[in-house]
């Protein structure tokens, strides 16, 4: 987009501003959308239009965070989009919502709160849908806890106290099959992650955002090792409640708790110029 504000300024909306850029067969290029970042950010920087976020899905891509390791990456070569976020290595694509809320963050920045905000919003969207998600301690994002350890099935033939996950810094569970892929996390009734969040400030604005799992083919995650996490999986509000549940449905959910959370976040009233 590109904003140029009036010869003369006036008051915009203080409302968090809401840009779908596509869904479904209208699913946004990841570089096309990171593009549509950029001018998002330098125009808000400018104070040329409100805090927005941008609403989409991606088709399916792998994109991967400035602390992504050679060893977390698609061992097919599979090609991977590098970007200028925080965190590691994801999976993008059909059946996650994915929100990029670029913002002018309240002085002075903490970009922790901000994370802590959009988990917030993420886990009371789950909690509309009958999920229950919590943080994980140490791990960014918005999960579903698992059984306590004593109390999970057996993986595979294995005793879970020989789980080599646990003990193993080496031990790569994508050449083991299903037995420890991400995808498999709820049958093995381990902590596994339904959202992701992974962001950048610059100039006290964000970039990036959150995806959303509502309802992907989460195999796709079985080709790399999410977010650098071993030790966990992945999931869906599908998976979790067993019936479909589309990015559609779930759009007004996020739209509704992302409003309420980051609004009373920054409560201020700010002056912007009107967008041409």
């Known amino acids: 987009m590109s904003a140029a504000p009036s010869q003369e300024t006036a008051p915009v909306s203080e409302s968090l501003r809401f840009v779908h850029l596509g869904f479904g067969d209208a699913a946004v290029e990841y570089t096309a959308a990171w593009e549509e970042q950029r001018q998002v950010h330098a125009a808000r920087f400018a104070d040329e239009i409100p805090d927005t976020c941008l609403l989409l899905e ?86 579903v806890l698992g059984d306590p350890i004593d109390q999970r099935p057996s993986t595979g033939s294995l005793a879970l106290h020989l789980d080599p996950r646990l003990d193993d810094d080496e031990f790569d569970p994508r050449l083991h099959g299903p037995e420890y892929a991400p995808s498999n996390a709820g049958q093995r009734r381990e902590d596994r992650k339904l959202a992701a969040i992974g962001i950048r400030v610059a100039k006290g604005v964000t970039m990036h955002g959150f995806a959303l799992n509502c309802d992907p083919d989460n195999t796709a995650y079985d080709r790399i090792v999410p977010c650098g996490i071993r030790d966990a999986g992945v999931t869906s509000i599908s998976d979790e409640l067993g019936r479909r549940v589309s990015v559609t449905e779930v759009v007004p959910v996020v739209e509704k708790h992302l409003r309420a959370v980051l609004e009373a976040a920054n409560p201020l009233p700010r002056q912007v110029a009107h967008a041409e």
Do not use: N
């Open 58 to 143: 991606h088709p399916p891509v792998y994109t991967a965070g400035r602390r992504t390791t050679d060893s977390e990456r698609p061992l097919d070569g599979t090609p991977v989009v590098d970007v200028d976020r925080g965190g590691k290595i994801t999976w993008h694509g059909p059946g996650q919502l994915v929100g990029y809320p670029i913002l002018k963050l309240p002085r002075p920045v903490d970009v922790v709160a901000h994370v802590r905000r959009l988990e917030e919003a993420l886990i009371l969207t789950c909690a509309e849908f009958g999920v229950e998600t919590t943080r994980v301690e140490g791990r960014s994002g918005v999960w």
